[in-house]
């Protein structure tokens, strides 16, 4: 599933790949953008290649409307990521150049860089201090986007949810004592049982898809599984509750003026849909190299039903083909 050198640039390109409008919260917190959920995100082609046609790769480039955006993840603060931003903004910026005669015009992607770990150094913007011939100067400044300042809350109020992957950064200093100490286990495993409960609501009031919270697990678990791999209480705990059906109270409440008939209709309908969700993300994850033990985790099916799926996944891909 994930080639790049690390989980961390992984988890990010597989969001801005599969999940791009889990971007458009961040976008309008970091760039004071009003744009709504449902607006469409193009993720464009993110190598860029300079004068001397060395390959240059940033992290998301992608386009909201007619404006263009740079988005770099970075594990830690690097002391070279400013002229680096400017650099990539740069060969974004020539592609679009508008040519007018002899007279150009070239236009910067708003930028930013997502520090997943910082200190109390870490600027809030990076800074570039250019000179120009003739004594004009400008100062190219780059927001720095701080992820362990955003508290579980707040993602959620926010719609943050793209922070979500990362949020066990928090405790990797302390992840070896909470994997021995049974209170502290279960605040840290009761704290991910929240977390998929309010994923689960969001998709209940379809501000997510049912794709959209699988993916979330899948990176969730994945990043834990790297950082805590060590740790099996923890791994084993959070993946065991991944695989649980977490059923909310008004689950079973019913609306008792629906006709007994147009309910039954109406299950129907959803159950297809489900279904249908369902096979969409088991034949994407197939896609993907996960065996049917993780995909039947994560679509809430039994490994024999994961098992046919996959079946009828191979026959489609070999029809293809």
């Known amino acids: 599933m994930f080639e790049s050198n690390t989980p961390y640039d992984d988890i990010w390109r597989t969001i801005v790949d599969r999940l791009p409008h889990l971007l458009i919260p961040l976008i309008n917190e970091v760039f004071h953008e009003h744009y709504p959920a449902n607006e469409q995100v193009i993720a464009l082609q993110n190598e860029h290649m300079d004068s001397a046609t060395d390959k240059v790769i ?144 969001l998709e209940q009031e379809g501000v997510l898809t049912q794709y959209d919270v699988a993916e979330l697990r899948t990176l969730i678990e994945w990043l834990i599984n790297y950082m805590a791999v060590k740790e099996d209480k923890i791994r084993k705990g959070v993946a065991d509750m991944g695989g649980r059906v977490l059923i909310f109270p008004h689950d079973y409440v019913y609306d008792a003026g629906i006709a007994e008939g147009e309910a039954r209709g109406e299950a129907r309908g959803e159950a297809r849909g489900r279904r249908e969700t369902k096979r969409e993300s088991a034949f994407a994850m197939f896609d993907d190299g996960f065996s049917c033990e993780k995909v039947a985790k994560y679509i809430h099916e039994s490994l024999e039903a994961t098992r046919l799926l996959e079946k009828e996944w191979r026959e489609t891909r070999t029809a293809v083909i």
């Open 58 to 201: 940033s992290d998301s480039y992608i386009r909201i409307r007619n404006k263009y955006y740079h988005l770099e993840c970075q594990s830690s603060p690097d002391g070279t990521m400013a002229v680096r931003m400017i650099e990539y903004d740069f060969l974004i910026a020539l592609k679009h150049a508008e040519k007018n005669g002899f007279e150009y015009s070239i236009n910067y992607p708003e930028s930013c860089v997502l520090y997943l770990r910082h200190t109390q150094s870490t600027p809030d913007f990076l800074t570039v201090h250019i000179h120009f011939p003739g004594g004009k100067s400008v100062d190219y400044k780059t927001p720095v986007v701080k992820a362990q300042q955003y508290g579980l809350e707040e993602i959620f109020i926010k719609r943050l949810l793209c922070l979500l992957p990362y949020h066990i950064i928090k405790y990797e200093k302390s992840l070896h004592n909470i994997n021995e100490d049974k209170e502290q286990l279960d605040q840290l495993l009761t704290e991910y049982q929240q977390i998929y409960l309010r994923l689960m609501g």
